[in-house]
């Protein structure tokens, strides 16, 4: 499944849609956290088409994935863990937050995301 992990260029129109129309936790966490390498340095994109999936946000360079779960997430169960266990297979590692903790806990989930890369750039 990795080689089919690339990036998606017929997803594209739809990605710009979801980036127009996200969620309060996915804005907040591109607008204050991830956006301008302001998280480590790193550069992150959002609503990205990463083979058959578009994930919520990806550093590309620490195979990094971060995904906000929340009312707005049309995949549940199966689907769900399948996307996961396909990018995870790929060599992505997958960071999920619920819409949530992205509001009202932010520190908690910038401190989560500081760990991971951390523990990503040892590798």
């Not at 990806?58 to 266990?85: A, F, N, P, T, Y």
Request: with cysteine; hydrophobic share 35%; glycine share 6%.
């Amino acid at each position: 499944m990795s080689d089919n992990l690339k990036y998606n260029s017929s997803l594209k129109p739809l990605a710009r849609e979801l980036r127009k129309e996200g969620t309060k936790g996915e804005a907040l966490l591109w607008k204050k956290v991830l956006r301008a390498r302001s998280m480590e340095g790193y550069q992150f994109n959002r609503q990205y088409p990463i083979g058959d999936y578009i994930v919520d946000f990806i550093c590309r360079k620490l195979k990094l994935v971060i995904e906000i779960d929340g009312s707005s997430h049309l995949m549940k169960g199966q689907e769900d863990r399948k996307r996961q266990d396909d990018l995870e297979r790929g060599g992505y590692k997958i960071l999920r937050f619920t819409e949530n903790e992205v509001v009202y806990r932010i520190d908690d989930v910038i401190k989560d995301i500081c760990i991971a890369i951390k523990a990503l750039e040892e590798n």
